[in-house]
């Protein structure tokens, strides 16, 4: 297993969108490993494939708080959603930063698990967000893009000036 390098927004590859998985092989449970371990480490609560740069539909989700509780969907697709939700989120691609973006307070997701099975979650709360987030991603948005201008722009500052300290 390893740690991957999470990218950081405004990062131009954060903005490719995911090709579906055909081939659910021994190559893909590594991702998930190693993109698990890398959620965990950061931490975070989700994590997509996107965000280490690998474009494909996959993301690891653990909300629990024991976190020992990791939900892999491959090729999710959100079949059904309702609600509204005013949970703040937060993204390993933007350190620091944390907004209320409008989503749905519950969804159902058809996807498939990292061997193939096909299965339906039915999520709500901070799952249903977190999952949301990371499809987003799959998407090729980022939560800050759901902003206004002004908010994003300082954002950009607020990430630009972490940098130039940490450098």
Do not use: W
């Amino acid at each position: 297993m390893a740690i991957l390098n999470i990218l950081r927004y405004p990062d131009a590859r954060l903005h490719k969108v995911a090709l579906p998985v055909t081939v659910f092989d021994d190559g893909l449970r590594a991702l998930v490993r190693d993109m698990t371990e890398t959620m965990y480490a950061a931490p975070g609560v989700g994590l997509a494939a996107t965000q280490v740069d690998v474009h494909k539909q996959v993301i690891v989700v653990d909300v629990s708080e024991r976190r020992d509780s990791t939900v892999v969907l491959v090729n999710p697709e959100v079949v059904d959603a309702s609600g509204v939700s005013d949970i703040e989120e937060g993204c390993l691609s933007v350190p620091g930063i944390y907004e209320t973006v409008e989503r749905a307070e519950r969804v159902r997701v058809r996807a498939y698990d990292q061997h193939g099975k096909s299965f339906t979650l039915e999520a709500q709360g901070l799952l249903s967000v977190c999952i949301q987030h990371e499809m987003d991603h799959l998407k090729g948005k980022v939560f800050v893009e759901y902003l206004s201008p002004l908010k994003q722009q300082r954002i950009r500052g607020k990430l630009a000036k972490q940098l130039r300290k940490s450098a």
